[in-house]
């Protein structure tokens, strides 16, 4: 079971190059003989520049996600909350998925522990794995321009959440998931069913405006069997998978 799990690649290649996305570099080094202005400056910039894994430490209070997270992502986003923790805002820029959906969704449970709001950019991209961890905001922000991308699940023997009963415990392992994120039971099936409307190979994208109409509770259980069918702007191929299934 598991998008990822036992274990399986989830990442959905970006519809198209990210644009509106600020660059986040800078040389942290100090010139010769600089001064205390001049150190300060240089520190900041040293610090905008640590990354923990998949994660870059934008200021005091910002840090975005840049990459794919794994079965090492929980200890490393542990060791940056410990060493800024003021962190209360995780930025999702380009963000691809996941190859560990039970690591993500430790990592999801942590954000919402310590209250943290993702938000999502303008230009920024949040697909297949990535969303859970969207959802995990204590607050979310979706800015105009923004990217969704959803797709089914497949276990390490190929089977894809169709190919289960509808009481399976393999369903539970999303649904509880998506209630502790703050969904009512129904909003819970309602998602968790649209993420399974097209296959694991496939990907349904959503604008930030389809994305947000997700956050609401009294649309999420009404939205109609067509609206999930056609909850993306388009549907279009956009998995990208570098191989077999992880063992």
Request: aromatic share 8%.
């Amino acid at each position: 079971m598991w998008k990822s799990g036992s274990y399986l690649l989830t990442f959905v290649a970006a519809a198209s190059p990210l644009t509106g996305v600020a660059s986040i570099a800078a040389n942290g080094a100090a010139p010769a003989q600089a001064t205390p202005a001049e150190m300060g400056a240089a520190q900041a910039g040293a610090q905008q520049q640590q990354r923990y894994g998949p994660f870059q430490v934008l200021d005091h209070r910002r840090v975005a996600l840049l990459d794919v997270t794994d079965e090492h992502s929980p200890a490393q986003f542990a060791a940056l909350l410990r060493d800024h923790p003021g962190i209360a805002v995780l930025e999702m820029v380009e963000c691809p998925g996941t190859d560990h959906d039970t690591a993500n969704f430790e990592l999801g449970r942590m954000i919402r522990a310590r209250g943290i709001a993702t938000s999502v950019p303008r230009g920024g991209s949040v697909r297949s794995g990535a969303v859970e961890l969207f959802l995990a905001g204590a607050q979310r922000q979706i800015a105009e321009g923004a990217e969704f991308a959803v797709h089914a699940w497949m276990d390490a023997e190929g089977r894809q959440a169709a190919d289960f009963p509808a009481q399976a415990r393999e369903h539970r392992f999303y649904l509880d998931y998506y209630e502790e994120m703050g969904f009512s039971p129904g909003q819970a099936q309602a998602f968790y069913a649209m993420t399974n409307s097209v296959g694991f190979e496939d990907a349904l994208w959503l604008t930030g405006g389809e994305m947000r109409r997700w956050l609401q509770p009294e649309q999420g259980v009404t939205l109609a069997k067509a609206d999930i069918a056609g909850a993306g702007s388009a549907l279009r191929r956009g998995y990208l998978d570098s191989g077999a299934p992880l063992q």
